[in-house]
């Protein structure tokens, strides 16, 4: 599995400080491209700020994000997004009063009608681009299976419904990488095995993953590369049996995995 | 020189006025959460009440401190009953409440005493004289007042038990109740607290100003405000530097520039100072919270 | 019985005047979720717009007119209610781009003091706004188009149910277009909709200036009906009476909110009523502030008593499935904490 072609994300020296508190101080990895990898790392490790500085959530103190041949550094979440580099969130941020259609709709890029006049006037433009999202989203709830509740509040689903929307809607944004964190916490296993299905499809669709996950269980057999973060810096990075077998990735984890019981 | 002299201590006799209320309300938004917009008509009620008090034959002192306690009561009341039913659903609904409950305080003083000016009892000290420079002592004994206020509230907050809890509670209400920290009756002490400051800073205004309104509060609330964000949110020490500020910035502007402009001259310095620093001058820079990271049991 | 019927022409009127200024609310709040306090000033900014549109440019000099004006334009009505839209627009534009950024809290504060802050200009700049005393009389738009007083206020009831149509129509394909359902995604969750790809600084604004847009209109109305203008007129309080027709008739609902602005509009003329009760009406003789107090106490438990006890208002936000609408009750009743 050597990586001929360059990366799909390139990510050198990134660092971020709270407060005087180094959340992240060294974050240098890169993600191969249409390949899945792992984010791991003992709580407190950096991976989900990684992810607010990758996303410009948060803008990095120092560093480099480039994104296939664009560099992301500091660029504000909606550029980030519309790049094509998309993320969902650890705890899913569904617009809980919006149905899942609207969600979903949400989502869509590139709709006209999300200018007022546009939208108040009801364009052909506008209306054409809405039939194509309307398609769009009913392909990706039947993807997801989520077509019986799609008429529903997403603030009535269950925690697992509302993970699955989560990445509907990161879907619905026509993303080339996401950047997915912890899609699988709080998921029945049943659906987790499904989960699982979706995530190779996408890859083989040609969509570059990058996923943050505690359940190692299920994310190591399910990744091309492994990147081991803790304390705020990279620690090892490569092909899942040799990271795993890293002294200093297991001193890491026996070292925090006492707190997480 | 002697107008300058005057400027300054009237200056820092509104700033201490500010500063008293500032710290009131920057205290409840600290462990409540939410901007207290019926704030100033906690002010009015103990003006009002130290008024009345004092009609009925009671001094000054006397009636002041009673007119607090009762100000404090009117306060708790008003938050058992209309602001902790609400205490788990976000901001917004507090505030509309809160500014519910200005009006209906404000107003029902409105019914009580109508709404032409009433002269508040201030005690009419001759100012003290310097070698040629007047100095206003009842202004003067308001900003020492204020002064040992704040140092009252900064020994509370800092050297006892109950004031480092305020801070935990106020810093990460969530952290402290799961650290055991009985939220309830912090944010109940809470109130108390800072309604017996609102009553205080209620009497202050009514001694600085001469003259009570029903409205004299509310129309007060938009310098402590000014004085609160300027401080950062729920900052008691970024507060009390801002009330110093906007009651200097206040006079001087009455004094030397217009008496028209000066509440939007001091907006306006304010605005321009979040947007540089959204945390308020002396809050958290970026006013962005610290991300949580991790956290799945 | 023509006294009834004027009373209900100028009553209507009163509605369709709120019912304008609770679309504009609703589009900032109801649908992005931006907690204007200031709104007033909008309103204001509209009014006194029109005021100055409508007064020719020589003011009739007489004893009653104690106004410096420099004068207006005396242009048509027409005029008027464009300039106080494009002006309650710009007004809000700017409002909104000083306190946009700063959100939450802040956002409640800084348009508050706004309003404040305008109120002050309004009342000091004599020569543009009449200073305390206003502008009066403004003429009286279509005025020569009927002969009887009476006459009159049916015509412009007329006049004003046509606007708060169009007015309606505007928010309500607002609403239920992608622009729309952008600000409703904004209004439940910012960060969630940034990430996915919106620009919701410009959104906010768009929002905010479609609020600003409806209550300048809402600002010419009113002085067509009143036939004069002063900041007295402009207090805090109507920001809130604002609110509470939006709060009552359903946050996000542009039939709710009109149905909120009727509620309000018979709370408001409904206390005119108290004089009836004979010990209200001895206590009122001694004190003049008296009922019109009371009707603010009134008010003031009503914003609680609503917030409190039915926080989605008589006509909750419809929900927007696929193709139709789900039946209201499956909204969640809590909102997220933020």
């Known amino acids: 599995m050597t990586e001929t072609n360059p990366p799909m994300l390139a990510v050198a020296g990134l660092r971020k400080a709270f407060g005087g508190l180094a959340a992240v101080s060294d974050a240098t990895f890169d993600v191969p491209r249409g390949r899945i990898t792992g984010l791991i790392g003992p709580n407190g490790a950096g991976k989900t700020t990684t992810f607010d500085l990758i996303s410009g959530r948060h803008r990095p103190d120092g560093g480099r994000v480039r994104f296939a041949d664009a560099d992301l550094t500091g660029l504000a979440s909606h550029l980030v997004a519309r790049a094509g580099l998309v993320r969902t969130f650890q705890i899913p941020r569904a617009f809980p009063r919006l149905t899942v259609w609207e969600n979903l709709l949400f989502a869509g890029a590139d709709q006209p009608g999300e200018s007022f006049w546009h939208g108040v006037i009801g364009t052909r433009a506008a209306r054409a681009r809405e039939r194509a999202l309307a398609d769009e989203a009913g392909d990706v709830l039947s993807f997801l299976d989520l077509e019986h509740v799609a008429d529903l509040p997403a603030g009535g689903l269950s925690g697992g419904q509302r993970k699955l929307l989560e990445l509907g809607r990161a879907l619905m944004c026509r993303p080339r990488m996401l950047l997915l964190d912890e899609p699988f916490a709080g998921v029945a296993p049943a659906l987790i095995r499904h989960l699982v299905e979706h995530l190779v499809e996408l890859r083989d669709q040609g969509i570059t993953l990058l996923i943050i996950e505690h359940d190692l269980g299920t994310l190591v057999p399910l990744v091309d590369r492994l990147v081991v973060m803790h304390l705020g810096s990279v620690l090892a990075s490569g092909e899942p049996a040799r990271v795993r077998d890293d002294p200093r990735v297991l001193e890491a984890y026996l070292g925090g995995i006492g707190g997480r019981g | 020189m002697d107008v300058l002299f005057q400027t300054l201590v009237y200056g820092f006799a509104t700033g201490g006025v500010i500063a008293v209320a500032a710290v009131g309300l920057t205290l409840s938004f600290g462990v409540t959460g939410f901007i207290n917009f019926g704030y100033g008509e906690l002010l009015t009620v103990a003006a009002y009440t130290t008024y009345v008090l004092t009609e009925a034959g009671l001094g000054l002192l006397p009636a002041a401190a009673a007119g607090t306690a009762i100000t404090s009561a009117v306060a708790v009341g008003v938050a058992r009953t209309c602001y902790q039913p609400l205490a788990s659903r976000g901001p917004l609904p507090l505030l509309i409440t809160s500014i519910g409950v200005a009006f209906v305080l404000q107003n029902l003083v409105r019914i009580g005493f109508g709404g032409e000016p009433r002269g508040f009892p201030a005690p009419t000290w001759t100012p003290w004289q310097l070698g040629g420079v007047f100095i206003p002592k009842l202004q003067t004994v308001i900003f020492l007042v204020a002064g040992v206020c704040m140092l009252g509230v900064h020994l509370l907050l800092r050297h006892t038990l109950l004031g480092r809890t305020m801070r935990a509670a106020a810093s990460n209400e969530d952290l402290a109740r799961l650290s055991g920290l009985d939220t309830r009756r912090i944010v109940l002490v809470t109130w108390v607290a800072s309604s017996l400051i609102a009553g205080l800073g209620g009497v202050l205004l009514g001694a600085s100003q001469g003259d009570i309104t029903p409205s004299v509060g509310f129309e007060f609330l938009l310098l402590v405000f000014a004085a609160a964000l300027l401080g950062g949110i729920g900052q008691p020490y970024g507060a009390m530097l801002g009330a110093l500020l906007i009651g200097l910035g206040v006079e001087f502007g009455a004094a030397y520039v217009s008496a028209n402009y000066n509440y939007a001259l001091a907006f306006g310095v304010i605005v321009l100072v979040l947007l540089a620093r959204p945390g308020g001058l002396f809050g958290r820079g970026g006013g962005n919270a610290v991300p949580s990271e991790g956290g799945t049991p | ?338």
């Open chain 3, 1 to 338: 019985m023509i006294g009834w019927l004027a009373f209900a022409a100028f009553f209507l009127t009163n509605v369709g005047i709120y019912g304008i200024l609770a679309l504009g609310l609703n589009a900032q709040y109801g649908l992005a979720g931006l907690a204007n306090f200031g709104y007033v000033a909008l309103f204001a900014a509209g009014a006194f717009t029109a005021a100055l549109v409508l007064v020719p440019p020589s003011p009739a000099a007489s004893p009653e007119t104690a106004t410096a004006v420099a004068g207006g334009l005396g242009l048509p009505f027409p005029v008027a209610l464009a300039g106080a839209a494009a002006v309650g627009g710009l007004f809000a534009l700017v409002m909104g781009a000083v306190s946009l950024r700063l959100g939450g809290h802040s956002l409640a504060i800084v348009t508050f003091a706004f309003a404040q802050i305008f109120g002050a200009f309004l009342a000091g700049e004599d020569w543009l706004t009449g200073g305390q005393f206003g502008i009066s009389p403004v003429p009286q738009p279509l005025r020569g188009l009927v002969g009887s007083a009476v006459d009159y206020l049916f015509l412009y009831l007329g006049v004003t149910l046509v606007i708060v149509a169009g007015c309606f129509w505007l928010a309500e394909r607002a609403a239920g277009s992608p622009f729309g359902r952008v600000l409703r995604g904004i209004r439940e969750d910012e960060t969630a909709a940034r990430s996915l790809g919106k620009n919701t600084g410009s959104f906010k604004l768009s929002a905010f200036v479609l609020g600003g847009v409806l209550a300048g209109l809402a600002g010419a109305m009113w002085v067509g009906s009143i036939g004069s203008v002063h900041v007295g007129q402009f207090v805090p309080i109507v920001t809130f009476n604002v609110w509470l027709a939006v709060l009552l008739g359903g946050i996000g609902n542009n039939r709710g909110v009109l149905l909120g602005a009727f509620l309000l509009i018979c709370i408001r003329e409904g206390t005119r009523f108290l004089e009836g009760i004979p010990f209200l009406a001895a206590a009122s003789a001694g004190n003049p502030s008296l009922l019109p107090s009371l009707r603010y106490v009134i008010i003031g438990l009503a914003l609680i008593l609503v917030v409190r006890f039915a926080p989605r208002g008589v006509i909750p936000e419809r929900l927007r499935g696929r193709g139709q609408a789900a039946p209201p009750e499956q909204i969640p009743a809590t909102e997220e904490r933020r």
